[in-house]
Structure formats: structure tokens, C-alpha cells
């Protein structure tokens, strides 16, 4: 099962954000060993041996990049063409300390893409309902971000679409070209993992989150 988000699929992007590998294996799904960092790296469907990394993109036609997420925020990128992808694997750690900002940089300094080519869509994560986080997060959060300040929850939760929605923004992209599926992990057993909800019974399920590029 994918979910989908109307805005990539009004320019015909192929993506989904689900529990599954996608289904049809005539497109090669090109994945990392994601470890938390910040590192947003090329690939192509002949690289070889897994990149480390939590961000992938790729300009090579047809290609599927995509990440693993059990509570942490996926985002996924294209400009309106269809011709550059790429995934990002944000939790706390990732979003607070610029992902999206590398993940943005690579396809302008790269591709030459300008805010304004682009489209993101937020896919399922921990919700500002359940996210709880120490008071050393939100402080960094704070710190980071001053204009994001009063949008946590005053018993500790972190809205972590809202942040990164706060930091496209910043960067230019104009809100009509984002997008996000408004849905929490862990309020949702019936549709999701949760590292948060599950621990341990877990046993390293997660749901895969990718975009395609066109032919």
C-alpha cells in the first residue's frame, strides 16, 4: 500500500509514501545506509555498493530513490519536469541540524535548479500529538530557529513537519510547491511502524518512502 500526495501527482511524479517495497520491479529502487547524518549524495541505478547517507538524489531517467522511515520525517523532491528526484530521511537530529538546507543546496548547486523549479512533499512521521523530546532538543530547536520558537507544544512535543515546512520557507520555496500527508506513526498502528510505539517488537520493519524520475 502507497500513499500519495496530490501535488506531486498533478506533474505526474510517480512517488509513494508506504509499508512496501514499490511493487513493479522493472524500476530500480535505489536505498542507503541511513545513520542519521546529514550527508545528501548522487546516485545512479549502476552505483554499485550502498552509499552511506540520509539523502539520496538522482538525475538518471526512470530511477527510483527512496528511504526508510518508522517515525522519522521522509521528504521527498522534484522539480515540475519530473527530471531530478530526491529522498531525505529526517529525524530530529537531521532536520534540526540542516538536511533539508544540503538536500536543497545539491540540487541548486548541481542541477541549477532554482527555488522555484522545485516541489516537496512531507510524507507521514511522529506527530506533534505524540513526538515528546527532551528539553536539549527543543532548546537546539530554539536556537537554530528562533523564528520557529512557540510553535512546540508546551508539554515538550516537537512538531517536526512544521519545522521543516518552516524551513523551506526560508529557503525560498514558495508554499503552493509543498505539500504534506498530515498523518502521525504513532497514532496510526493500522497503517504504519513506530520505533516509538513498537520498541523492540519492531524488529527493524520500517516503510519506504520514494519518487521516480521520468523517462
Known amino acids: 500500500m502507497f500513499l500519495r500526495h496530490p501535488l506531486f501527482s498533478s506533474y505526474g511524479i510517480e512517488h509513494g509514501f508506504g509499508l512496501v517495497s514499490p511493487p513493479n520491479n522493472s524500476e530500480r529502487l535505489v536505498t542507503a545506509r541511513q545513520v542519521h547524518g546529514l550527508d545528501v549524495v548522487r546516485v545512479d541505478p549502476e552505483g554499485g555498493e550502498r ?27 522534484s522539480d515540475r ?6 529522498a531525505v530521511h529526517a529525524g530530529w537530529r537531521g532536520a534540526v541540524r540542516g538536511i533539508v538546507h544540503e538536500a536543497l543546496a545539491r540540487l541548486k548547486d548541481e542541477q541549477g535548479l532554482v527555488s522555484s523549479d522545485l516541489l516537496v512533499v512531507l510524507g507521514p512521521s511522529a506527530g506533534r500529538c505524540c513526538y515528546q523530546v527532551g528539553q536539549e ?23 517536526l513537519p512544521a519545522l521543516v515546512l518552516h524551513q523551506l520557507g526560508n529557503e525560498g520555496i514558495p508554499a503552493g510547491q509543498t505539500g504534506s500527508i498530515d498523518l502521525c506513526t504513532i497514532c496510526h498502528p493500522e497503517l504504519f511502524f513506530s520505533h516509538r510505539r513498537q520498541g523492540i517488537l519492531r524488529e527493524g520493519r520500517s516503510m519506504i518512502n520514494w519518487i521516480q524520475t521520468s523517462s
Open 51 to 77: 552509499p552511506e547517507a540520509d539523502g539520496l538524489w538522482t538525475d538518471s531517467p526512470r530511477t527510483r530513490v527512496g528511504v526508510w522511515t518508522a517515525d522519522c520525517l521522509p521528504v521527498l523532491f
Open 137 to 159: 532538543v527543543l532548546s537546539e530547536v530554539s536556537s537554530r530557529y528562533p523564528g520557529f520558537r512557540g510553535r512546540e507544544t508546551i508539554d515538550g512535543h516537537l512538531d
Open 81 to 86: 519536469r519530473g527530471r531530478v528526484a530526491c
